[in-house]
């Protein structure tokens, strides 16, 4: 299996340089497959497709980049998988919110996945709004913000599942985002992995990197990849970067 991992494109609502960035991208993907002949699978987007969550700027990055892609032959019959990263959120939409501010009952059921999660989230949940439409306008895959945190998907050519989550309830495009103060949405992923029984890896699809999650939730989610023999595919951090288990094999790749 083939896929293309892709994150951070931080579309603005003006053509310029970056419009013209996207068409040598294009141009390069398109010569690779012209050369090395194959197929992709799955397209990964993890995140901080726009600039600061207008919808102009998805318009902008279905025309310049998302569409040419997949007019791409090699490209064309991929499933396309995303997850929100913290430019994707219209912070004009609502007022940013803490982790301490949601107060401790808030914080045990913020990431359920029951009504009670999506009744604490509804308030914060309209920041994604021009993001899920432009999600719901391609048919991609993703978990919705206005009902869950994360979505388990398992494609039957696929050889791993998959779950895609959101990490970026907290965001707000103008934090120190690099700092660990993101909540990880532990409560979702345990959910969405009581009493399933697999017998294949799993990668999970996120936006932020394990060290900007709260310090006291980061060694969690790193025991919860290793016991769910999962690796970890995400952004943010606009370098390639990879970790590993201790028997070679890849935990995280951003």
Same mark, same amino acid.
């Given at each position: 299996?083939?896929?293309?991992?892709?994150?951070?494109?931080?579309?603005?609502?003006?053509?310029?340089?970056?419009h013209e960035?996207m068409?040598?991208l294009?141009?390069?993907?398109?010569s690779?497959?012209k050369?090395?002949?194959?197929?992709?699978?799955?397209?990964?987007l993890?995140g901080?497709i726009?600039?600061s969550?207008?919808?102009?700027?998805? +318009?902008?990055?279905?025309k310049?980049?998302?569409?040419?892609?997949?007019n791409?032959?090699?490209?064309?019959?991929?499933?396309?998988f995303?997850?929100?990263?913290?430019h994707?959120?219209?912070?004009?939409a609502?007022?940013?919110i803490?982790?301490?501010?949601?107060?401790?009952?808030?914080q045990?059921?913020?990431?359920?996945e029951?009504e009670?999660g999506?009744k604490?989230r509804k308030?914060?949940s +309209?920041?994604?709004?021009?993001?899920?439409d432009f999600?719901?306008?391609?048919?991609?895959?993703?978990?919705n913000?206005?009902?869950?945190?994360?979505?388990?998907?398992?494609?039957?050519?696929f050889p791993f599942d998959?779950?895609?989550?959101?990490?970026?309830?907290?965001?707000d495009?103008d934090?120190k985002?690099?700092?660990?103060i993101?909540?990880?949405?532990?409560?979702s992923?345990?959910?969405?992995?009581?009493?399933?029984?697999r017998?294949r890896?799993?990668?999970i699809l996120?936006?932020?990197p394990?060290?900007?999650?709260?310090k006291?939730q980061?060694?969690?989610f790193?025991s919860?990849l290793? +016991?769910?023999n999962?690796?970890?595919?995400?952004?943010?951090e606009?370098?390639?970067?990879?970790?590993?288990?201790?028997?070679?094999?890849?935990?995280?790749?951003?």
């Amino acid at each position: 299996m083939e896929w293309l991992h892709f994150s951070d494109f931080h579309f603005g609502g003006k053509i310029g340089p970056q419009h013209e960035a996207m068409g040598s991208l294009i141009d390069y993907i398109r010569s690779e497959f012209k050369s090395n002949p194959g197929t992709i699978d799955a397209v990964f987007l993890v995140g901080d497709i726009a600039y600061s969550g207008q919808e102009v700027e998805y +318009d902008r990055f279905e025309k310049a980049f998302l569409n040419p892609l997949l007019n791409i032959p090699s490209v064309r019959g991929a499933k396309v998988f995303v997850v929100p990263g913290n430019h994707d959120l219209d912070c004009d939409a609502s007022n940013p919110i803490t982790w301490e501010g949601i107060k401790e009952r808030n914080q045990q059921i913020f990431f359920c996945e029951n009504e009670e999660g999506r009744k604490v989230r509804k308030p914060r949940s +309209d920041v994604f709004r021009y993001y899920w439409d432009f999600v719901q306008r391609n048919k991609i895959v993703g978990p919705n913000p206005f009902e869950e945190i994360s979505i388990l998907c398992q494609e039957a050519t696929f050889p791993f599942d998959i779950i895609a989550v959101n990490t970026s309830f907290f965001c707000d495009k103008d934090e120190k985002s690099d700092d660990p103060i993101t909540p990880c949405p532990l409560g979702s992923l345990r959910e969405r992995l009581k009493g399933f029984e697999r017998n294949r890896p799993l990668i999970i699809l996120g936006h932020h990197p394990m060290n900007c999650f709260l310090k006291t939730q980061q060694l969690q989610f790193e025991s919860l990849l290793v +016991d769910n023999n999962a690796v970890y595919l995400h952004g943010h951090e606009h370098e390639p970067k990879v970790s590993h288990n201790a028997d070679g094999t890849v935990r995280t790749l951003g």
